[in-house]
């Protein structure tokens, strides 16, 4: 599987017309970054609390649904990331009150890539029961998606032909 390509400007590319480019890459790689799915999927993406984040939840894989029935593989997988990445970030924040893993800012070289860069952890605190409900439903769908038979073929088809 290819890595996922930074050095592209997905501010310009349309991945949807040019499919070849996309790279599933590993995790939620790209996911605030290619088009059109982004502008598409990025609004529905919320995880305040559990009733917002099952509203969230519940669209982002309806739309992950119509994108497998258009046949449109890159639509899915980015949608399935923003599911990922509902899931992580609740995760994220009700182990980190204020959403901070790392202590320090991001170097310049490494923004809008995920890791710690050299930056030391921060301690974990109490888990906030509210995010991590946020969480455990969008852990559910998440799943859900990942498994799909559909997304399955369809991800097969893609890296058969794109690698």
Same mark, same amino acid.
């Given at each position: 599987m290819r890595a996922f390509d930074y050095k592209l400007?997905?501010?310009? &590319? #349309? +991945?949807? *017309? #040019?499919?070849? &480019?996309?790279?599933? /890459?590993? /995790?939620? $790689? /790209?996911? +605030?970054l290619v088009e059109p799915y982004k502008s598409e999927l990025l609004p529905h993406w919320r995880f305040k609390d559990p009733e917002v984040a099952r509203i969230s939840a519940d669209k &982002?894989?309806?739309?992950?649904?119509?994108? +497998? *029935?258009d046949e449109d593989f890159v639509g899915a997988d980015m949608a399935r990331k923003f599911i990922q990445m509902g899931y992580t970030r609740s995760r994220r924040y009700a182990n980190y009150k204020g959403g901070r893993k790392y202590a320090g800012p991001v170097p310049d070289d490494k923004k809008g890539q995920s890791g710690s860069h050299g930056r030391p952890q921060l301690p974990r605190q109490l888990e906030d029961?509210? *995010?991590?409900?946020?969480? *455990?439903?969008?852990?559910?769908?998440?799943?859900?998606?990942? $498994?799909?038979?559909?997304? &399955?073929?369809q991800k097969a088809e893609f890296l058969r032909k794109h690698g």
């Open positions: 400007d997905y501010k310009v &590319l #349309n +991945l949807r *017309k #040019n499919p070849e &480019l996309y790279a599933i /890459g590993r /995790g939620e $790689q /790209g996911v +605030l &982002l894989y309806a739309m992950f649904l119509d994108y +497998l *029935k029961p509210i *995010k991590a409900a946020s969480a *455990k439903i969008f852990k559910a769908a998440w799943d859900r998606a990942k $498994q799909h038979p559909e997304y &399955l073929r």
